[in-house]
């Protein structure tokens, strides 16, 4: 089992910055690859970017990529997500997810086995 809890969510404005972090407990976080994910308002959940077990490999939706980064420190049982040139399309709720397949680099929800409750960003205009 591995527990998740996310924090780092608030409102800002469009432009601003925001890194969420989600910690974990139970099994070894160094087994687990990870990823993150959100939810807009009447939208269905939608892949954000995984990174593998070490951090070596990351994968980013195309939404995002180059504006968010995701990174892990092992050490503190913690994975990152640094969000930059906020938009309002990025508001929702933002959830991390663990998967055993420690190996891969998540790219969808597929083979996630554990999600945390997550944390809500608000980007206003």
């Known amino acids: 089992q591995v527990q998740l809890v996310e924090s780092g969510g608030g409102l800002v404005q469009a432009g601003d910055s925001l890194r969420l972090s989600c910690a974990a407990s139970?099994?070894?976080?160094?087994?687990?690859?990870m990823g993150w994910f959100r939810q807009a308002p009447g939208k269905e959940r939608e892949f954000v970017g995984g990174?593998?077990?070490?951090?070596?490999?990351?994968y980013y939706a195309a939404s995002v990529k180059g504006r968010f980064t995701i990174s892990r420190d092992n050490a503190l049982n913690t994975v990152y997500l640094q969000m930059n040139s906020l938009e309002p399309e990025d508001t929702g709720v933002y959830y991390c997810?663990?998967?055993?397949?420690?190996?891969?680099?998540?790219?969808?929800?597929?083979?996630?086995?554990?999600w945390g409750k997550g944390t809500l960003v608000s980007v206003s205009s």
């Open positions: 997810a663990a998967s055993t397949r420690w190996y891969q680099t998540p790219r969808s929800s597929d083979g996630m086995d554990y």
């Open positions: 139970g099994r070894t976080f160094s087994r687990c690859a």
């Open positions: 990174i593998n077990w070490s951090g070596g490999s990351t």
